[in-house]
């Protein structure tokens, strides 16, 4: 079984930047496919990133590219998301899923508890 749990959420403003993270356990992180998902109360979750297995791979949702960066340490079982130039809309509850690479499922069975971001306008 993966545990993940989310840290580096808070109250910024406008223009600010915000570093998450996401510690996982239970598997060997380098055979994970990772990706960040974010959730509005009443809304459904959005994709915002995902990244391959060695990090060499990645893809955005259209609303955060070109401010946020995914990233990952293998060495250190860590996912990050570094989210740059924040507007109020990317307040929401971020969530880090991830999937076992080798698997031809394409969903992501293991979730995060969430780390809240609010951006202030």
């Known amino acids: 079984q993966v545990q993940l749990v989310e840290s580096g959420g808070g109250l910024v403003q406008a223009g600010d930047s915000l570093r998450l993270s996401c510690a996982a356990s239970?598997?060997?992180?380098?055979?994970?496919?990772m990706a960040w998902f974010r959730q509005v109360p009443g809304k459904e979750s959005e994709f915002v990133a995902r990244?391959?297995?060695?990090?060499?791979?990645?893809y955005y949702a259209d609303s955060v590219k070109g401010r946020f960066t995914i990233s990952r340490d293998n060495a250190k079982n860590t996912l990050y998301l570094q989210m740059n130039s924040l507007k109020p809309e990317d307040t929401a509850v971020y969530y880090c899923a991830a999937r076992v690479a080798a698997l031809p499922s394409a969903t992501y069975p293991y979730w995060g508890q969430g780390t809240q971001v609010t951006v202030s306008s």
């Open positions: 990244i391959r297995t060695s990090g060499g791979n990645t």
């Open positions: 239970g598997r060997t992180f380098s055979t994970l496919a």
